[in-house]
């Protein structure tokens, strides 16, 4: 079974930046899409930005358009998202997630990682 451990996240300053990764177990990481996905308190989790699994065809919700990047290497089974520009609104947990398809929704969710708290201070 592939397991997903994500890492990087803390708090930081409104404007700031961190990077998460999501590094995966298991021989067929390279065969799914990947997602990146966020819950913040009293909330219900939402989809933030999905890449594929061959070609690196990326796509982001509106709130992370422009400001986060999603990017995978498969050699190293390891998925990042790159959050620039943070404001106090992306405070959540954010989990990543292997794909059964090139997808939007939670339904769509083969697996989930643990999760890492992001916390952005005003």
């Known amino acids: 079974q592939v397991q997903r451990v994500e890492s990087g996240g803390g708090l930081v300053q409104a404007g700031g930046s961190l990077r998460l990764s999501c590094a995966a177990s298991?021989?067929?990481?390279?065969?799914?899409?990947m997602g990146w996905f966020r819950q913040a308190p009293g909330k219900e989790r939402e989809w933030v930005a999905t890449?594929?699994?061959?070609?690196?065809?990326?796509d982001y919700s509106d709130s992370a358009k422009n400001r986060f990047t999603i990017a995978r290497d498969n050699a190293k089974n390891t998925m990042y998202l790159q959050l620039t520009s943070l404001k106090p609104e992306d405070t959540a947990v954010y989990y990543c997630?292997?794909?059964?398809?090139?997808?939007?929704?939670?339904?769509?969710?083969?697996?989930w990682g643990q999760g890492t708290q992001v916390t952005v201070s005003s």
């Open positions: 890449i594929s699994a061959g070609r690196a065809i990326t």
């Open positions: 997630a292997a794909l059964t398809a090139y997808s939007r929704k939670i339904g769509d969710v083969r697996s």
């Open positions: 298991g021989r067929t990481f390279s065969a799914y899409a």
